[in-house]
């Protein structure tokens, strides 16, 4: 039982994306949560909004789980590299040096550690 969410086009650089979505890799919810509400680091706001979302995605898809006695966890947590805007930055003796804005996608799945409860069949 997992549930999923994205964020697109964040206007940070991967790398920058990647120290904080290491931070809260694997961890329970409640404490990532926790974790991502004092970091001062600036990727922090978004992922902590993305994985409210993702939360709110799985209690949608589970209506008559309760979030409290599922024991969430960050199943997956991953940054890929979006879009980059070129800009050019004058530079000495009529020159122009090119910089790289970057933006990431960010992608965060979150699963209950309780093992489904598979229906038995009987084919007779």
Sequence with gaps: MEAIAKLRNVPTSPQKMRIVADMVRGQKVSKALGI???EPKVGAQAIEKLLLSAVSNWQNKHVDAKIEESDLFIKTIFVDGG???KRL????QGRGHRILKRSNHI????ASSEAPILAETTAE
């Design 89 to 92: 930055r004058p530079a000495p």
């Design 107 to 110: 992608t965060i799945v979150v």
């Design 83 to 85: 879009s980059s805007i």
């Design 36 to 38: 991502l509400k004092f």
